[in-house]
């Protein structure tokens, strides 16, 4: 049961990072006032977190910011130019290859390097000038849970020390831990929404703006522990073509959270109904709520981008419920381990 642990230990966990990592991070945020460009550099997991430090740097903080692809290093030996900026390389287990041939790159050409990991002696940890611990503890279950979510907030501590460098307004994180405390409190909707989306062969989760990578996240967590093929699409890309995918015999789950794009989201489950499509949400707005099949509602209201930190929480419980209602053992997912070492 090492997954439903690690699921319930995210309000603290991300309790302790505010409280003994927030001024570290925000310090290593203003370090990078002077940066031309960032470059953030992860797989799995910690990719779709970066894709949200990639919203935040670049919304909140100003900064042009990129997702490196690690291979043109590490296989075709094309390295980009990474002087006058910043790179950040984030593995939860700090094992990455790919990532520490990034951030030694970087730091070669003397660009500012800051590695966020959950293992301060690493591989990744080595290799940047600067290390923020994700301080989540060890983590046992394959999928990863309360260390995304801790990246996730690394990401806008760090943002948010940029930011107010920079001259703007740092980016609110109360109420974070509260909205995760109820979201890890409503297994029986996660289970109920399970039991409406039934034995459907594959799922389309979609979000928007600064929700988007809790999509990316939500549809790799289904994947890995419920075995169903799920396609995450931001909800813009989804009216460029893969709609017309969509229909009765494939369910959508909307992701959203109060805020700039919520109209958008509601008017997504109204053309989606209009197929004929099943559209389920995952939400803190209880107008979606209401205009979908099914919804599991979070009544916390914190800023958007910690709303959807929240939110990841509530598809973590959908994942591993599906994947139980399908005779799989989420602790145990086939075909996967704990660290992965791609090069």
Avoid at 31 to 45: K, N, Q
Avoid at 183 to 210: D, K, T
Wanted: with cysteine.
């Amino acid at each position: 049961m090492s997954l439903a642990k690690e699921i319930a230990e995210q309000p603290r966990v991300l309790r302790r990072l505010l409280a003994d990592g927030s001024a570290e991070a925000r310090s290593f945020g203003r370090d990078l006032r002077d940066a031309e460009h960032l470059t953030i550099a992860a797989r799995g997991s910690s990719d779709n977190a970066a894709t949200f430090g990639k919203y935040l740097f670049e919304g909140h903080a100003g900064l042009v910011t990129a997702l490196a692809a690690p291979s043109l290093i590490t296989r075709y030996g094309m390295s980009p130019s990474f002087a006058r900026g910043a790179v950040i390389g984030i593995s939860q287990s700090g094992a990455a290859p790919d990532v520490a041939a990034v951030l030694d790159r970087a730091r070669a050409v003397g660009a500012r390097t800051i590695a966020i990991t959950n293992v301060a002696r690493s591989r990744v940890a080595g290799r940047a000038d600067a290390v923020l611990l994700l301080r989540a503890g060890r983590e046992r279950s394959v999928a990863a849970t309360k260390t995304y979510t801790a990246t996730c907030l690394a990401l806008a501590l760090v943002a948010s020390g940029c930011a107010e460098a920079r001259g703007r307004a740092p980016i609110p994180t109360a109420g974070l831990v509260e909205a995760v405390d109820e979201a890890v409190g409503l297994g029986r909707e996660a289970a109920r929404l399970a039991v409406r989306l039934g034995r459907a062969r594959s799922l389309v989760i979609l979000a928007r703006g600064l929700v988007y990578p809790a999509a990316l996240e939500a549809a790799l967590k289904v994947k890995e522990l419920a075995r169903i093929w799920t396609e995450p699409y931001s909800s813009a890309d989804l009216a460029h073509g893969p709609i017309a995918l969509l229909g009765p015999d494939t369910p959508a789950v909307v992701i959203s959270a109060r805020g700039t794009v919520e109209r958008d989201a509601r008017d997504l489950a109204r053309r989606l109904h209009e197929r004929g499509v099943r559209v389920h949400a995952i939400t803190n707005d209880e107008r979606l709520a209401e205009r979908s099949d099914s919804a599991v509602l979070l009544r916390a209201a914190p800023h958007e981008a910690m709303a959807a930190i929240a939110l990841v929480v509530v598809a973590q419980l959908l994942a591993a419920e599906l994947a139980r209602r399908r005779g799989l053992d989420p602790d145990r997912p086939a075909g996967l381990t704990k660290v992965t070492r791609t090069r």
